[in-house]
């Protein structure tokens, strides 16, 4: 379903993760409209596209790590699917939120990269998402989302270790309206600077698609997830769930594979 969606990332929406991702530095000289507000967005699938960014990546049970040696991390995120509308002159008018689901947008800490993107995708199965939904009655407070958590685990030799603290989803620097708004004007107005790119321009060589699924940003580390890098055998658990319901909730589950 997700094929001809663009497929968007928000970087810096939730505290401390960018410091202790180590990323801070690459957003030194981007300017934000306030102190907690996200650096920008970025890409990680481009339908239709010819570039890295057009090889669809998301896999709902299998993670294959880089070829070339690389760090990579589980970045553990809720991932909202909305309508885009546009108006008469192809601008991005407003986004309707239509569900959410768990996603890992796994990232390799790769020293160079010029965008976040070159971080994001390098392979079919380099991002997980949850094989289920939930339907986003309002986004807004007062809806299904309020109670939410997002938690993250990975099983490693047999011992499952936290990954990503427990977070309420109501703990995202933007959220609801205030981050869609912002994502609007994101996806309208951000230039091609430093690690960030023009999405306006993505969105044209892309046919302006109807949908866009956007993975609205990682959580901090637990102290297990922010030391190690995942490895062949690893088993990574991604998990929302209704604080006053645990039953109801949605989960990831992958496979960490060496690529063959």
Known sequence: MLRNAICLGVAGNFANHLEQAGEVKDFLNVEVEEKDAPKGIFPFYLPNSKSFLGVYPI???TLVLPEYEANAQVEPEIGVLFDIEYDEEKKVKDLKALKFTVFNDTTIRKDGALKISEKKSWHEKSKGKGSSWINIDKFEVGGVMDDFHLRSFVIRDGVKYEYGVDAPLLGYSYFYGKLKNWLVDKMNNQKDFGPLEDISKHLKECGYPKQAFVSIGATAYAPFGEKNYLKDGDEVIVEAYD??????????????????
């Open 243 to 260: 604080k006053n319901d645990p039953l109801r909730n949605i989960i990831l589950t992958q496979k960490v594979k060496n690529p063959s």
């Open 59 to 61: 896999s709902k049970d």
